[in-house]
């Protein structure tokens, strides 16, 4: 089935389809998946294929061009905005009511406005305040759903104990029950250890 159609794509990938296949789900049993190989190998394609071919939730990310925290937070949200909030009608988020003037805003389907303008946090420079910001705003829709960050190793250059936070908010009980799903990381470079791709 699956296996059976990533294997078709891939030749001579099946070790490494078949290792993705059978960890990677939107149960999210794993906090954190690392895959390395050289560069220009295909990780990033690959897991992309079976993320897609399995149709589990996910937010991508690539890091090459990030240059700041509030950059990189920014692109993380707008990609979980965009992946889960874009499917819904404009009229079911577009509605914006000023309780203090009885003012209606309504935002044109054509104009981006991202994450900022439907969320009370107008500023992530952390991972504490991207965890309040998923426990307090409900953009996945409650859905589990992975980060994939591509060039991960680039986000240490950026802010050294970055990774490791973000990581750690896999672990706050809270914040499962808060957003009633799960988050989980896949991290992809030229380096590291686990799935070799």
């Not at 891939?10 to 050289?38: M, Y």
């Not at 950059?71 to 965009?82: E, K, S, T």
């Not at 802010?159 to 009633?180: G, M, R, V």
Request: with cysteine; charged share 20%; net charge neutral.
């Amino acid at each position: 089935e699956v296996c059976g159609r990533l294997n078709m794509a891939f030749i001579g990938r099946e070790k490494q389809l078949n290792s993705l296949s059978n960890i990677i789900d939107n149960a999210i049993n794993f906090n954190l998946i690392v895959a390395h190989g050289p560069a220009s190998s295909g990780k990033s394609l690959v897991i992309n294929h079976v993320l897609e071919q399995k149709d589990i939730n996910h937010v991508y990310i690539s890091c090459r061009c990030i240059s700041t925290v509030k950059q990189f937070f920014d692109v993380l949200l707008n990609g979980i905005y965009d992946k889960f909030q874009s499917k819904l009608k404009p009229k079911q988020f577009a509605s914006n009511i000023d309780n203090n003037s009885n003012a209606t805003t309504i935002y044109k389907s054509n104009e981006y406005y991202g994450w900022r303008n439907f969320s009370e946090y107008k500023s992530c420079n952390s991972a504490a305040t991207f965890a309040h910001i998923l426990q307090n705003e409900d953009f996945s829709g409650k859905k589990s759903f992975y980060i994939v960050i591509d060039h991960f190793q680039r986000l240490y250059q950026i802010q050294n104990n970055l990774l490791s936070s973000l990581i750690q908010i896999t672990e706050i009980e809270s914040l499962y029950k808060a957003i009633e799903s799960k988050i989980g990381f896949i991290l992809i470079d030229d380096s590291s250890s686990m799935i070799n791709i």
